[in-house]
């Protein structure tokens, strides 16, 4: 008979009910609301919980905070977010795994940004045009104002092969003369970079710190131009990921992959990029600091790199976002070249 096999179909019935009777008690009875409000509870706030609240919010913490929630307007990002849950580092991976089954799902990888103006106070970079059918053209017509952005992204391609949950990313940095209208607007430069690479979990501390992943992977970068601007270089690279509450630290050493000297458009670009970078990130509330540092680790030619971001979220996941950069390498074109730039804009997702 068919009221034998529906067991499962009463269970989400009644638990259909439950939350259609606790609607209308939140938002359709008039005295309820009253009597709720009358103990100093939001009813909104209530509401608002159910749909917003983390799974690690358990009732007594949610109606605490709504007492607190002195007006319906309380932003609802500070009342529901839950500081005793995971670490943001544990969040996000939590959030990529939820995913992984999705067919075709794309990840944010690095952070997505565009930074609608950044000024370099240094000169900028005409040396790698000299000789060339574009120095007439842009023979100090380059301006030190343009806009940046960033698109970076990944495919989760297989788990547990080998032990380690394996990735494809693709990450785009362009350099827009988007005020030079001389030039008509030009794109100086776009790097290009295609990765690929497996992670492994670990639960490793040291130093009070818990080595949380290690990757293993190969990149290719370029610029995607001719000889002679053309600019590339292949590296293997290892990341170590550390964390400590919201601090993350990112150990990624690299070795570059040889090439013929026929066809290496940058035979010394080590010399500038060095043989790895630190990265350090943290966040407190909807501040998120992230720092970068390169070098080469040569007291007699010493070149480096300093990259600070500084985001702070404004709704979701939109961040005002401000970046600076002191150093050489901040693209390709300028791998030799110093650059200090200073860039605001908006990101749309950080590393945490």
Not at 78 to 106: C, T, W
Not at 108 to 133: K, M, S
Request: net charge negative.
């Amino acid at each position: 008979m068919k009221i034998r096999h529906s067991r499962r179909a009463q269970v989400r019935l009644l638990a259909g009910l439950v939350l259609s009777w606790n609607s209308l008690v939140l938002s359709a009875s008039p005295p309820v609301k009253e009597a709720l409000e009358s103990e100093g509870l939001n009813s909104e706030c209530l509401q608002e919980g159910l749909k917003y609240a983390s799974d690690n919010m358990t009732l007594k913490t949610l109606r605490e905070r709504c007492l607190a929630a002195k007006s319906p307007a309380v932003e609802l990002d500070q009342v529901f977010e839950d500081n005793s849950g995971p670490s943001a580092l544990e969040e996000r991976i939590e959030a990529e795994r939820r995913n992984k089954f999705e067919p075709y799902i794309m990840l944010p990888y690095r952070p997505n940004y565009i930074l609608i103006g950044a000024y370099n106070f240094a000169q900028p970079n005409e040396q790698p045009y000299d000789g060339t059918d574009y120095v007439e053209t842009i023979d100090g017509e380059l301006q030190r104002v343009e806009t940046k952005f960033q698109v970076s992204l990944k495919i989760p391609i297989a788990d547990n092969m080998l032990g380690g949950r394996w990735f494809v990313a693709y990450t785009s940095r362009s350099f827009w003369q988007a005020y030079n209208t001389k030039l008509s607007r030009p794109f100086r430069e776009t790097n290009h970079e295609p990765e690929f690479w497996v992670t492994y979990d670990q639960n490793i501390n040291f130093l009070g710190w818990r080595n949380r992943l290690i990757d293993f992977g190969l990149s290719h970068q370029s610029n995607g131009r001719g000889d002679p601007i053309s600019r590339s270089w292949n590296r293997a690279y290892a990341r170590f990921i550390f964390a400590r509450g919201d601090n993350v630290i990112t150990l990624k050493p690299w070795w570059r992959l040889p090439e013929p000297d026929s066809k290496d458009d940058n035979p010394d670009i080590l010399d500038y990029m060095g043989a790895g970078e630190l990265h350090f990130a943290t966040k407190l509330g909807k501040n998120h600091v992230n720092m970068m540092l390169r070098n080469n680790f040569d007291a007699d030619h010493n070149y480096g790199a300093f990259e600070l971001n500084y985001s702070y979220r404004i709704h979701r996941n939109l961040q005002g976002y401000v970046q600076w950069f002191y150093g050489y390498g901040e693209s390709l074109i300028d791998y030799n070249h110093l650059n200090n730039s200073i860039g605001i804009g908006v990101q749309l997702n950080s590393w945490l």
